[in-house]
């Protein structure tokens, strides 16, 4: 790394410049990259994947040339636009650097507009919204969809000390986005008003914003002030974008509004989010070591659930959003090791069966066995594997009630009279059978039997009117809806 010399444009008088060697990619060969010398090696190779080409690339000098259809428009705008980059508050999509106007877009880094008093500049995020779309609108004169984007929730969340799980950050994360929403539409009913509108007026919720952080509140309510009634000129303005080479410019560590999953970086030192986790709570490092050492965590947890919810926060106020992050399924619940239940035996059909329960500590239903003993080996193990993979789903959360919904008035040999139970004397199956006695012990109700014209069959809609024997076949029939489950009587 060296420091270069020479003039710098206004909006970098007083940035250090250096020299890095760096590759846009892992197997690419080195560059010269110049480019402020505290952002490093990572935002140098960010910045040559964004300029392209073979040669060496200048961070003042790419931006620059891309402003410069800006610069002859409103040389105030460019001059605010340098300034935020120097200041890693915000850049121009990737698209954009290149001189490619497919996809216009922005990026404004959360943490970035952090004031050296540790609050939130949001009249300055709100400025940085407006002039994002008037610079594409004079980059990308003939788009109608602009992709105006926020990054890095998570790592603003940190330096605030707000547990990204907590109802304050998913407020923080709403109010964000809606001021967005509100400051990109006051800039395009602004150029509406000149150029003409293209788009309807932006929806005002009707709810008061919460002051989560000082001076938000006010913000939205200005911009939307300003934006309502007002027709739009582009058709879209905000959006969620996944992160690229510009984020990793800007410094962003957690793309949009992800949480931190881990407190690491790839070089296994603590990320900047962590460190300002640390400060924030006032959490000294021995204190944290400590806690590490004693098998705890100096980090709130965070779950995929708590993703989900911020991702429904912020969605009602994005143009575009990626998909919903679908959460994890829940863990497994292990039954004690010694636990209750009742066997009980029946006969269906003349079939004998022996229906076992193992039960959680509260009462609930964890597991069952289903066993027969005149049946051939074949469906004796599909029937075990059956009981095997039910009790799976019950331990990981999948409520009795729709297995009974499910598996009752299945039709199919051996099936008939009942006896040895009083809570079920006709089955149409033994599956039928298995999951109305589980209906009358645990959900404490009487599922109505079946009249034999109206039973199921398993199989693609077949029917018949008598039981069938196993492996005979069903005799071709209407493709019928399944019937829904009927409740004769139990207990609230």
């Known amino acids: 790394m060296r420091t270069p010399r020479g003039p710098h444009p206004k909006p970098w008088h007083g940035t250090r410049l250096a020299v890095f060697e760096a590759a846009a990619e892992p197997d690419a060969p080195l560059r010269r990259a110049t480019l402020p010398a505290a952002w490093g090696e990572g935002a140098a190779a960010a910045l040559l994947a964004l300029v392209g080409g073979d040669g060496p690339a200048d961070l003042v000098r790419a931006m620059t040339t891309?402003?410069?259809?800006?610069?002859?428009?409103?040389?105030?705008?460019?001059?605010?636009?340098?300034?935020?980059?120097?200041?890693?508050?915000?850049?121009?999509?990737?698209w954009l650097w290149r001189g490619e106007a497919a996809s216009p877009g922005y990026v404004l880094a959360l943490p970035g507009?952090?004031?050296?008093?540790?609050?939130?500049?949001?009249?300055?995020?709100?400025?940085?919204?407006?002039?994002?779309?008037?610079?594409?609108?004079?980059?990308?004169?003939?788009?109608?969809?602009?992709?105006?984007?926020?990054?890095?929730?998570?790592?603003?969340?940190?330096?605030?000390?707000?547990?990204?799980?907590?109802?304050?950050?998913?407020?923080?994360?709403?109010?964000?986005?809606?001021?967005?929403?509100?400051?990109?539409?006051?800039?395009?009913?602004?150029?509406?008003?000149?150029?003409?509108?293209?788009?309807?007026?932006?929806?005002?919720?009707?709810?008061?914003?919460?002051?989560?952080?000082?001076?938000?509140?006010?913000?939205?309510?200005?911009a939307e002030g300003r934006a309502a009634g007002r027709p739009r000129r582009h058709a879209c303005l905000t959006s969620i974008t996944p992160p690229g080479p510009v984020e990793a410019l800007l410094g962003v560590e957690t793309g949009g509004v992800a949480p931190a999953f881990s407190p690491l970086d790839d070089t296994g030192g603590l990320t900047r989010t962590a460190r300002a986790?640390?400060?924030?709570?006032?959490?000294?490092?021995?204190?944290?070591l400590a806690?590490?050492?004693?098998?705890?965590?100096?980090?709130?947890?965070?779950?995929?659930?708590?993703?989900?919810?911020?991702?429904?926060?912020?969605?009602?106020?994005?143009?575009?959003?990626p998909a919903r992050?679908?959460?994890?399924?829940?863990?497994?619940?292990?039954?004690?090791?010694?636990?209750?239940?009742?066997?009980?035996?029946?006969?269906?059909?003349?079939?004998?069966?022996?229906?076992?329960?193992?039960?959680?500590?509260?009462?609930?239903?964890?597991e069952i066995f289903i066993g027969l003993h005149k049946e051939g080996a074949a469906f004796r193990g599909l029937m075990d594997n059956f009981a095997v993979a039910v009790s799976l789903g019950l331990q990981h959360g999948v409520p009795l009630q729709d297995f009974v919904e499910a598996f009752t008035f299945t039709r199919f040999g051996p099936a008939g009279e009942v006896e040895g139970d009083s809570a079920v004397d006709h089955a149409t199956s033994l599956l039928d059978y298995v999951f109305r006695n589980l209906a009358a012990n645990y959900l404490g109700v009487a599922v109505a039997a079946a009249e034999p014209e109206e039973a199921d069959t398993v199989g693609e809609g077949a029917r018949d009117r008598a039981p069938l024997l196993p492996l005979a076949l069903p005799t071709a029939?209407?493709?019928?809806?399944?019937?829904?489950?009927?409740?004769v009587g139990g207990d609230s």
Do not use: N
């Open 66 to 94: 891309l402003l410069r259809p800006v610069e002859a428009a409103d040389p105030q705008l460019a001059e605010r636009l340098h300034t935020r980059v120097a200041a890693r508050r915000a850049a121009p999509s990737a």
């Open 477 to 487: 029939g209407p493709r019928q809806r399944r019937r829904q489950l009927r409740i």
């Open 277 to 288: 986790w640390l400060v924030a709570c006032a959490i000294a490092p021995e204190t944290a």
């Open 291 to 321: 806690q590490v050492l004693a098998g705890q965590s100096p980090f709130p947890p965070v779950s995929e659930a708590a993703h989900a919810a911020m991702h429904d926060s912020v969605a009602p106020f994005m143009d575009a959003m």
């Open 325 to 366: 992050p679908a959460a994890s399924p829940p863990p497994r619940e292990s039954l004690p090791a010694r636990r209750s239940g009742y066997t009980q035996r029946s006969t269906v059909g003349g079939h004998k069966l022996y229906l076992r329960t193992g039960e959680y500590a509260d009462g609930r239903l964890g």
């Open 113 to 222: 507009f952090v004031e050296p008093c540790g609050e939130f500049d949001a009249a300055g995020f709100a400025a940085a919204a407006e002039d994002a779309v008037r610079a594409l609108a004079v980059l990308a004169p003939e788009a109608e969809r602009l992709a105006v984007s926020m990054s890095d929730l998570a790592g603003l969340l940190a330096i605030l000390g707000i547990d990204y799980a907590s109802p304050a950050a998913r407020r923080l994360g709403a109010g964000l986005a809606r001021l967005l929403a509100a400051s990109t539409a006051a800039a395009s009913a602004d150029l509406a008003a000149a150029e003409g509108a293209r788009a309807p007026a932006l929806a005002v919720p009707s709810a008061m914003p919460e002051d989560v952080v000082p001076g938000l509140a006010d913000a939205v309510l200005a």
